[in-house]
């Protein structure tokens, strides 16, 4: 797989939350990491994602936002 994007997470798929067009998708990063992302019914069957395969949470730079206290 070739992207631009350099923050690419693997992970295991550990929940897949079909609705009626979109699915919550859960990827454990290990060390109590999860992320969740939403996308659509079709990515997940394209994707041919299934519990237990390995996935990748992939971020682009100028979507994530940053906090402090």
Avoid at 2 to 18: E, M, P
Avoid at 44 to 63: F, M, N, P, Q
Wanted: proline share 0%; aromatic share 2%.
């Amino acid at each position: 797989m070739k992207i631009s994007a350099r923050n690419k997470l693997a992970g295991t798929v550990i929940g897949i939350d079909k609705g009626a067009v979109n699915a919550t998708v859960q990827i454990d990063l290990g060390g109590a990491v999860i992320v969740t992302a939403m996308i659509t019914n079709t990515s997940v069957e394209e994707l041919g994602l299934e519990i237990g395969k390995t996935a990748y949470a992939i971020v682009k730079a100028s979507d994530v936002m940053v906090g402090a206290d």
